[in-house]
């Protein structure tokens, strides 16, 4: 009975707060993030500021988009791989680049069908009048 009312418990905090394994991998992500170099960690943490408001995924695809982009890191951090010849030139061209690898969450293609559902409807409105 206990084990069931934990059980119940967990699903009802995941409801309300969100798949908690997801929590668990962005708390190590962050903790990864830390232990890079300054000028790693700050290149990193642009580029986590630019993904959250632009990047493709959500949840769980999220995720593994993060996690690619620290392992990214810590392997040119481990190199000695300037940060410019990470993202050369264009920091913007990299990270599209790097975000068309992952594909679009769920939120954002909802919000892209209606959308384009909204602008179709205009479209036929025209062609009415």
Do not use: C
């Amino acid at each position: 009975m206990a084990d069931e009312s934990k059980s119940r418990y967990l699903q009802y905090l995941e409801l309300v707060t969100g798949p908690l394994e997801e929590k668990k991998r962005w708390r190590q992500y962050k903790a990864r993030v830390k232990g890079l170099p300054d000028n790693y960690r700050t290149a990193v943490e642009a580029l986590e500021r630019y993904l959250m408001h632009f990047g493709p995924a959500d949840g769980a695809g999220a995720m593994t988009m993060y996690e690619d982009l620290i392992e990214l890191f810590e392997r040119s951090a481990a190199d000695g791989t300037p940060i410019r010849d990470i993202f050369g030139n264009d920091p913007v061209e990299f990270v599209e680049a790097f975000m068309a690898n992952y594909p679009l969450g769920q939120y954002r293609t909802r919000e892209r069908n209606r959308f384009t559902s909204a602008i179709e409807r205009a479209a036929q409105n025209d062609r009415k009048q």
